[in-house]
């Protein structure tokens, strides 16, 4: 089950973050974190579901979205991005940008 969160925005809309494991590396280790911009929970999960991740559930709030990874992605024109998830057994590293969901499902086209 992948870790993930939501924090609710005073307009009554929704931030999503999830960890999920990278679709195209072959060790489970490397996963991303993929942040959505919805109306609600169930339409932030319909709108990864729709772009090919079929098995994507939030269950539970254990890793909410910080106030910078809210900044990014309501800064988004998609409102919907992702980095490499940090990896909290070595020493911290300048954060990576985050970069729009294409570049993840569609490596050539980026």
Known sequence: MAAGGF???????VVVA????????????????VLV???NRARALTRLRNL?????????????PTPDE?????HHPDGLIWRT??????????????RPIRALLHPAAA
């Open 7 to 13: 924090c609710k925005l005073p307009d009554g809309r």
């Open 18 to 33: 999830l960890n999920l494991p990278r679709p195209t590396a072959a060790d489970p280790a490397h996963g991303v974190r």
């Open 37 to 39: 911009h919805a109306h």
């Open 85 to 98: 998830a940090p990896d909290l057994r070595v020493a911290p590293t300048a954060p990576e940008l985050w």
């Open 70 to 74: 809210i900044t990014a992605v309501l």
């Open 52 to 64: 090919g991740l079929r098995a994507v559930y939030l269950r539970g709030n254990a890793a909410p």
